[in-house]
Each structure stands twice: as C-alpha cells, then as structure tokens.
C-alpha cells in the first residue's frame, strides 16, 4: 500500500513550451502534497504544499506564475512548468500525506520525474 | 529555523559497518527520518525515530539519537554493494514540511 505514482517519468521539452506534470495517489487519499525539486547531487528543495481544494502555497523563491500547482482532487496534484526554460531541468518528486496521516507522519514519496529542457 | 546537515562522502568496504551522521537544529517535537535514493529513482524510507527516543533497531539498521546534541546516526551493519545510495535525513514537526540533509555518498567498495 500507500504508493504514488508520478508521470511521465521522464520528459524532454523546448524552450518556451509548458509541461505538466502529473502525481498520483494510488491507494490512499492525499489531503496534501508536496512538490521538491532536486539538482544533481544536491538535496530536495521544496518548493510548494498543495492541499486539495485550495491553493497551493510556495516556497520563498518559488515563482507561483511559472510552477503553476493544481490539487482538484483527494488522489491528484499537477506541476505545470510553463514557458520551460533550460534552467528549469532538474528531478522533480512530489510526496503525499495519506488523510488518516500515521502517527510517524511518514510522507510517500513518488518515483521522481526527470524534466530535460533543450 | 530548522537545518539538518551532513557530510557528503562516505565510502566502506563490503562487511564493513557503514555510519552515516547528521545534525539537526529544531527543538521541537518531532519525528526524524533516514531515505534511501539510489541514481535516478525517487526516495525509499528505511526508518525513522521519534525525538524522545535514544534507539531503534531495524535488522541491520540502527539509528542512535542524541538529543541533547542534536545529533542523529544511521549505522548500516555488514554493508553490501547494494548499499551504495545517497542517504538523506530528514526532521518533520508533525504535518508540516520536512526538511532535507544535502545526502551522503556511500560508496561500498568490493
């Protein structure tokens, strides 16, 4: 149990396209997800909590126009990267928080999605 | 604010015992976690502990906790070449957000 899924797994986009992408809950639903960011060999940067139902809230220095984050449902998020940029590839996870959150408050994270901007 | 830090190399031999150590600054209540990534994959959690405990033990895992330093330690017993990841720790106070180490390199050499 408690699986989440990320698609694609990996994209390639031009410069100035928008991509979506898409963080499922399989089994369970999620209240809130979160989306990182991950550079090659560095930590995860959070960059938003998405709560179904409502707006996302951004990190300090997360561009809310450019990463837009949308939670229409208990079991989905989407991370849209619009007018991608070069320096907009990275990995990006997203984790979810089951509704009954377990006493550990153990987050579920996603397999990651590889965003390649050329 | 909170900060976890760790070292970022670390590299054993195969049946060696692998120590892995991170530092922590938030005072609070709170659950600290080890995950796994391994290249191109997303996080595996391999265990946690609650901040007002001093061990867990999970078959070759064990995690000590210092909390008067705010010092936690992963310790991969008999480590094998599967093994070799990047570990990042991690602090969570309850349901907000969790925030990252910069990871750990380990590299089990045959």
């Known amino acids: 149990g408690a699986v989440v899924s990320q698609h694609p797994s990996w994209v390639i986009c031009k410069s100035g396209t928008s991509v979506k992408i898409e963080c499922r809950s399989l089994?369970?639903?999620?209240?809130?997800m979160f989306w990182y960011r991950q550079f090659p060999k560095q930590s995860l940067m959070l960059m938003a909590t998405?709560?179904?139902?409502?707006?996302?809230?951004?990190e300090q220095g997360v561009e809310k126009d450019k990463f837009l984050i949308n939670h229409a449902s208990l079991t989905l998020s989407t991370l849209t990267v619009t007018s991608a940029h070069p320096e907009d590839s990275s990995f990006y996870i997203c984790?979810?928080?089951?509704?009954?959150?377990?006493?550990?408050?153990?987050?579920?994270f996603g397999p990651g999605t590889r965003l390649t901007v050329t | 604010g909170e900060d976890v830090e760790q070292s970022l190399f670390l590299s054993v031999r195969e049946g060696d015992s692998s120590v892995i150590n991170c530092t922590y600054t938030?005072?609070?209540?709170?659950?600290l976690y080890w995950y796994k990534q391994e290249p191109g994959a997303g996080l595996q959690l391999l265990t946690y502990?609650?901040?007002?405990?001093d061990m867990k033990q999970d078959q070759r895992l064990t995690v000590l906790l210092n909390k008067k330093d705010k010092h936690l330690s992963l310790r991969i017993a008999d480590t094998q070449t599967g093994d070799s990841a990047i570990y990042f720790c991690?602090?969570?106070?309850?349901?907000?957000?969790?925030?990252f180490g910069d990871g750990t390199t380990l590299t089990v050499k045959p």
């Open positions: 984790s979810a928080d089951p509704q009954d959150l377990l006493p550990t408050y153990e987050q579920y």
């Open positions: 089994d369970f639903q999620a209240t809130t």
């Open positions: 998405s709560n179904e139902g409502s707006k996302a809230t951004y």
């Open positions: 938030d005072s609070s209540s709170t659950y």
């Open positions: 502990i609650f901040s007002n405990m």
């Open positions: 991690a602090e969570r106070v309850r349901a907000g957000k969790s925030t």
